[in-house]
């Protein structure tokens, strides 16, 4: 059993998808430092000095022995813009990998010189 495994964790396979995961969670960090740290602040101040982190609903404040209970929208908007970055980052690159693949396709393969051998033979043998 722990051959198997051991043949399992080193499929390549394996470390790409590790590695693709660990690009991808730095990746969604950059996202949201962009989206947090570069794009909310002008879109705030385009809209009255508004800081969408802090905008919240409170349903409940804060009394002295529990803390308020709110709904932090501001935070939600942030969270749904990096979303939509990272999901158009994506279909960008997924976009570029599938022309790629299809150039690739497209190119036909020059047959080997046994091929040819073998073609010019057949069409001998035909005539």
Do not use: H
Request: no cysteine.
């Amino acid at each position: 059993m722990l051959q198997e495994f051991k043949k399992f964790a080193i499929k390549g396979n394996v470390i790409d998808m590790a590695v693709g995961i660990i690009i991808g969670a730095a990746f969604g960090k950059i996202v949201s430092s962009f989206v947090s740290d570069v794009v909310m602040p002008p879109i705030g101040m385009l809209m009255g000095k508004i800081d969408f982190s802090s905008l919240v609903i409170t349903l409940k404040e804060a009394s002295n022995s529990t803390q308020a209970i709110t709904i932090n929208y501001g935070i939600f908007i942030n969270t749904i813009i990096n979303f939509i970055i990272i999901a158009f980052s994506i279909f960008i690159v997924i976009k570029q990998i599938n022309k790629l693949k299809k150039e690739e396709e497209k190119k036909p393969e020059k047959p080997s010189a046994e091929v040819k051998l073998l073609t010019e033979i057949r069409d001998s043998l035909k005539k």
